[in-house]
Nanobody, 120 residues
Framework: QVQLVESGGGLVQNGGSLRLSCAASGIIFSLYAMGWYRQAPGKQRELVAIITSDSSTNYADSVKGRFTISRDNAKNTVYLQMNSLKPEDTAVYYC??????????????WGQGTQVTVSS
């Protein structure tokens, strides 16, 4: 079955950096757009960054210039480099794999999440 396994979360001080990793298995990785989402306590899940199968990227306005998403197809892994972290970035971060099959159907897979806590 499909598995997405996140790692790299933890506690960091204001202004610090973390790199999240998500290792995928059970999918043809190169076909999927990969994304990072986050959910803070009491808030809706929000998109943080997306990298498509051709390595185009998009970011939420709140993280532009601070976060970088990348992928290594040889390792079936997507990364999120997070710099200049703020307390507002505190959330559970989830890895997502998405494949649009034709124009009427898509498939999504999710990791279990990794906690990122930024102290003030």
């Amino acid at each position: 079955q499909v598995q997405l396994v996140e790692s790299g979360g933890g506690l960091v001080q204001n202004g610090g950096s973390l790199r999240l990793s998500c290792a995928a298995s059970g999918i043809i990785f190169s076909l999927y757009a990969m994304g990072w989402y986050r959910q803070a306590p009491g808030k809706q899940r929000e998109l943080v960054a997306i990298i498509t199968s051709d390595s185009s990227t998009n970011y939420a306005d709140s993280v532009k210039g601070r976060f970088t998403i990348s992928r290594d197809n040889a390792k079936n892994t997507v990364y999120l480099q997070m710099n200049s972290l703020k307390p507002e970035d505190t959330a559970v971060y989830y890895c997502n794999a998405n494949w649009v099959i034709f124009t009427t159907k898509s498939v999504d897979y999710w990791g279990q999440g990794t906690q990122v806590t930024v102290s003030s």
